[in-house]
């Protein structure tokens, strides 16, 4: 027993210590500030959006008009590009980065169990690419409605309006997990990750086309059924094609989500135990 809590205190400590390298590397390197902008472009986007509305003294549209307005940023800009992009960047260069700069090796040289390395390189993607889109989510959504002074307060405040910014909120985060699990493991596998990368962002754009067995083959089919307003998205002479599938209820696809990335970690950590570099690319 004490020899199993010494040995998970040296992986904890290893861990904190590739934390906080990782997460320098992800919230300050040269590479993410792209990613930031990718983030927090819907945040200048609704701010501008009540500015403009307080500087000219009139509204234009309701609350109401204004939630779906942010339902259709969230779903058609958040979802399916912002942390889709974001994600690509951050978890395939986990590993594809180090190797780029030649310096992985240091991580492979050190004693540390592969398992605890790919881990610690998660859990710092993870939190950097969660903080900036989900403090981007809840920022855009308070913003998208401030126009309306004590009205949007009291939407939020005695409404329903902390409630949709919380299930919106989740939802990002959970796009993190799921998107980053998919993309560290593309980063492992493939020599250039782009490929498969677009690949994968076709079949999630298609995901409306599929059908039904096939649609829950995909993140965005779980994700759309945790947002807490739906946007019609099968409209005009496509809609023809579209196939229609009940939603999956959230009790079911926040830890089917949880699964399907815990299984993907899994299969990157069997990965990671054979893992062999070469800088002779």
């Given at each position: 027993?004490?020899?199993?809590?010494?040995?998970?205190?040296?992986?904890?400590?290893?861990?904190?210590?590739?934390l906080?390298?990782?997460?320098?590397?992800?919230?300050?390197?040269?590479?993410?500030?792209?990613?930031?902008?990718?983030?927090?472009a819907?945040?200048?986007?609704?701010?501008?959006?009540?500015?403009?509305?307080?500087?000219?003294?009139?509204?234009?549209?309701?609350i109401?008009?204004d939630?779906?307005?942010?339902?259709g940023?969230?779903?058609?800009?958040?979802?399916?590009l912002?942390?889709?992009?974001?994600?690509?960047?951050?978890?395939?260069?986990?590993?594809?980065?180090d190797?780029?700069?030649?310096?992985?090796?240091?991580?492979l040289?050190?004693?540390?169990?592969?398992?605890?390395?790919?881990?610690?390189?998660?859990?710092?993607?993870?939190?950097?690419?969660?903080?900036?889109f989900t403090?981007?989510?809840?920022?855009?959504?308070?913003?998208?409605?401030?126009?309306?002074g004590?009205?949007?307060?009291?939407?939020?405040?005695?409404?329903?309006?902390?409630?949709?910014l919380?299930?919106?909120?989740?939802?990002?985060?959970?796009?993190c997990?799921?998107?980053?699990?998919?993309?560290?493991?593309?980063?492992?596998?493939?020599?250039?990750?782009?490929?498969?990368?677009?690949?994968?962002?076709v079949?999630?754009?298609?995901?409306?086309?599929?059908?039904?067995?096939?649609?829950?083959?995909?993140?965005?089919?779980?994700l759309?059924s945790?947002?807490?307003?739906?946007?019609?998205?099968?409209e005009?002479?496509?809609?023809?094609?579209?196939?229609?599938t009940?939603?999956?209820?959230?009790?079911?696809a926040?830890?089917?989500?949880?699964v399907?990335?815990?299984?993907i970690?899994?299969?990157a950590?069997?990965?990671?135990?054979?893992l062999?570099?070469?800088?002779?690319e």
């Open positions: 027993m004490t020899r199993g809590m010494t040995q998970w205190r040296l992986w904890m400590r290893q861990c904190a210590a590739i906080r390298l990782e997460l320098k590397k992800n919230f300050f390197s040269r590479r993410a500030w792209w990613i930031y902008l990718l983030a927090f819907p945040v200048l986007l609704t701010g501008g959006h009540s500015l403009d509305s307080m500087r000219k003294g009139r509204w234009g549209c309701s109401g008009e939630v779906m307005i942010y339902a940023i969230f779903q058609f800009f958040y979802l399916r912002g942390i889709y992009f974001g994600c690509v960047g951050i978890f395939t260069n986990l590993f594809r980065g190797l780029l700069e030649k310096t992985l090796h240091y991580y040289l050190a004693p540390v169990r592969r398992e605890v390395l790919l881990a610690s390189k998660y859990v710092a993607g993870l939190l950097a690419s969660v903080v900036m403090t981007s989510a809840a920022l855009a959504f308070l913003l998208v409605g401030y126009h309306f004590s009205a949007w307060q009291d939407f939020l405040f005695r409404g329903p309006g902390l409630g949709y919380g299930w919106y909120a989740l939802t990002a985060a959970l796009a997990v799921g998107y980053g699990a998919v993309f560290l493991i593309l980063g492992m596998i493939f020599n250039n990750p782009m490929i498969p990368a677009a690949v994968v962002m079949w999630e754009a298609m995901n409306w086309l599929l059908p039904s067995a096939l649609k829950k083959v995909s993140v965005i089919f779980y759309k945790l947002c807490p307003t739906e946007v019609p998205v099968d005009g002479p496509w809609a023809l094609l579209a196939v229609v009940e939603p999956t209820p959230a009790w079911l926040v830890p089917g989500l949880l399907v990335a815990a299984l970690l899994v299969w950590a069997l990965r990671a135990r054979k062999e570099i070469t800088y002779s």
